[in-house]
């Protein structure tokens, strides 16, 4: 089994409405949850975090935890074409971090 | 201030030769970590540094080697290259933070 499993997309939205990511993992005892974007041929970067059940909310992005479900959610609110990227959950389960597949997602203009 | 610094950003190599991947951080962090990422599999960690003077396995550490040479630099070894290692390496650094990525080796092993 998948310790973080993402579906993979690709998922379109138009531009200015709002896109919605979802996560599962498997390990309860994880502690820390992150959202990374990742342009095409280029590395990961940050650009959430949670580490607590509820929302959090940075800019135009919120990230959403859930851990009686074991979810991660992360919406962006009036996309931007230049939010067009895959999309990677990461959990730390102790001193490691688990990555799903990611999640394509491409804004329309 | 550079972040992670991996080096060399592409490199070809026939199957059975060797190499090393240079990867250093200047954000004085303690852990280091090798991940390769492929299509369809997602980011994969071959080994970390928990610290300096320590070394694990991570998820597929088989065919690979790690040095951490100092706090600042923690090196990837491939001994033997097979084709099955053709794919992106990225070496990520951290202190009870966010994973922080350098910009990534791309190898191809023909």
């Known amino acids: 089994q998948k310790e973080v499993e993402q579906n993979s997309g690709p998922l379109s939205v138009p531009e200015g409405a709002i896109a919605s990511l979802n996560c599962t993992y498997s390990?309860?005892?994880?502690?820390?949850f992150f959202w990374y974007r990742q342009y095409s041929g280029k590395s990961p970067e940050l650009i959430m975090s949670?580490?607590?059940?509820g929302d959090k909310e940075d800019g135009r992005f919120t990230a959403q935890l859930n851990k009686a479900s074991q979810y991660v959610s992360l919406l962006i609110r009036d996309s931007q074409p230049s939010d067009s990227a895959t999309y990677l959950c990461?959990?730390?389960?102790?001193?490691?971090?688990?990555f799903g597949t990611g999640t394509s997602l491409t804004v329309i203009p | 201030n550079a972040g992670v610094t991996q080096t060399p950003k592409f490199q070809v190599l026939k199957t059975g030769q060797s190499m090393t991947l240079q990867c250093a951080q200047d954000?004085?962090?303690?852990?280091m970590y090798w991940y390769r990422q492929d299509p369809g599999m997602g980011l994969r960690l071959i080994y970390y540094?928990?610290?300096?003077?320590?070394?694990d396995k991570g998820e597929v550490p088989n065919g690979y080697n790690v040095s951490r040479l100092n706090k600042r630099e923690f090196s990837l070894r491939l001994e033997s290259a097979a084709p099955s290692q053709t794919s992106v390496y990225f070496c990520?650094?951290?202190?009870?933070?966010?994973?922080?990525f350098g910009n990534g080796t791309r190898l191809t092993v023909t």
């Open positions: 990520a650094s951290r202190n009870n933070s966010p994973l922080h």
């Open positions: 954000m004085n962090h303690n852990s």
């Open positions: 990461a959990v730390l389960t102790g001193n490691q971090f688990y």
């Open positions: 390990d309860r005892g994880s502690q820390s």
């Open positions: 540094s928990a610290s300096e003077g320590t070394t």
């Open positions: 949670i580490y607590s059940n």
